[in-house]
Nanobody, 127 residues
């Protein structure tokens, strides 16, 4: 069982930056792909970014088109934590951001492939 806890959300002005953290307990995250997803009020949850499990030879990162070039996902295995660095934030980035873990060897942006989820952290970007 993996427990995931997100932190780092808050209120920021447009153009600002935030760094979200996804800290894990219960198991090491080395053998899990980690995805970030977000859900805005009245909208479906959507994929934001993913990073592949650390026991792969290659390192894969993927981003939604809407955040590519502005967001960066990374992981610190020593801290059992995955980060989402968000720059040049826009009001349309306002949402609850959740991280999720998937033990598959392939990577996927499909949310129902992820087994473990955190409760999320609120990000609000004012104009």
């Amino acid at each position: 069982q993996v427990q995931l806890v997100e932190s780092g959300g808050g209120l920021v002005q447009a153009g600002g930056s935030l760094r979200l953290s996804c800290a894990a307990s219960g198991r090491t995250l080395i053998s899990y792909n980690i995805g970030w997803f977000r859900q805005a009020p009245g909208k479906e949850r959507e994929f934001v970014a993913l990073i592949s499990r650390s026991d792969r030879i290659d390192r894969i990162t993927k981003y939604a088109a809407s955040v590519k070039g502005r967001f960066t996902i990374s992981r610190d295995n020593a801290k059992n934590t995955v980060y989402l660095e968000m720059n040049s934030l826009k009001p349309e980035d306002t949402a609850v951001y959740s991280c999720a873990a998937d033990a598959g060897w392939g990577t996927t942006s499909t949310e129902n492939m992820y087994e473990y989820w955190g409760l999320g952290t609120q990000v609000t970007v004012s104009s």
